[in-house]
């Protein structure tokens, strides 16, 4: 049985500030636009305070936590495994942790050729 490939995971020190803004504000989402300035982090939002577009897609879950990447951005980044981290900074204007002198930031991996086939095959049958 092939395991399954993720798209989207975070390191230790961003589960443990989502931990803390779940806390301070409930039930949260990111979101990864891609555009520039605050648009080229991944913003976090309170989940009932952002509406996700139509073209926007579900990478997957981190710390509990839905993430989103927008249509266009996906197309450029859809061979690469996004990693979120934390690092010390101030935040996105809108985004929850600007305050906590602390700020997440998209790291990424390209895929194995294995790892890029499984996903493949998820998709064919996503599809089909």
Do not use: N
């Amino acid at each position: 049985m092939t395991e399954k490939v993720l798209r989207v995971t975070a390191t230790e020190a961003a589960i443990a500030l989502i931990d803390q803004l779940r806390t301070k504000y409930g039930p949260l989402m990111f979101h990864q636009s891609g555009g520039c300035c605050d648009g080229s982090a991944p913003m976090c939002y309170p989940q009932a305070e952002f509406i996700v577009g139509d073209y926007d897609r579900l990478l997957g879950h981190i710390g509990g936590v839905p993430f989103y990447i927008s249509g266009p951005q996906f197309e450029y980044w859809q061979h690469t495994h996004l990693i979120i981290d934390v690092v010390p900074g101030r935040g996105g204007m809108f985004s929850l942790e600007g305050p906590t002198g602390q700020r997440f930031l998209t790291r990424s991996r390209l895929y194995s050729d294995e790892e890029w086939a499984t996903l493949e095959a998820a998709e064919r049958t996503r599809v089909a």
